[in-house]
Nanobody
Framework: QLHLVESGGDSVEPGGSLRLSCAGSGDALEKYTLGWFRQIPPKGREGVAFMHRVGNSGYADFAKGRFVISLNRAKNTLYLEMNNLTPQDTAIYYC?????????????????WGQGTQVTVSS
């Protein structure tokens, strides 16, 4: 059973950067389509960035040019590098894994989820 644990959330000023980590255990992350989601209460979770098992990656419009998703297979850890953060990026960020080769646009019913890590952007 895959287990995911996020870390790296913090409070930063606008324009700052953060790198979120998602450590996997119990199985190899590279077998899954992987994603980062965020939730801004009371809204539901929204997709941020995806790394499909078939090899390509995708980003939400608000993340393009600012966020980068990457996987360190040796460490079995997924990352989300976030740059030029704005207050609108304040949210709980989750990593997730889907036992399929590709996630459809807008798909949120991933199979495994981490517990989330808080990112706060304010001056």
């Amino acid at each position: 059973q895959l287990h995911l644990v996020e870390s790296g959330g913090d409070s930063v000023e606008p324009g700052g950067s953060l790198r979120l980590s998602c450590a996997g255990s119990g199985d190899a992350l590279e077998k899954y389509t992987l994603g980062w989601f965020r939730q801004i209460p009371p809204k539901g979770r929204e997709g941020v960035a995806f790394m499909h098992r078939v090899g390509n990656s995708g980003y939400a419009d608000f993340a393009k040019g600012r966020f980068v998703i990457s996987l360190n297979r040796a460490k079995n850890t997924l990352y989300l590098e976030m740059n030029n953060l704005t207050p609108q990026d304040t949210a709980i960020y989750y990593c997730a894994a889907l036992w399929r080769a590709y996630a459809s646009p807008g798909q949120t019913d991933f199979d495994h989820w981490g517990q989330g890590t808080q990112v706060t952007v304010s001056s």
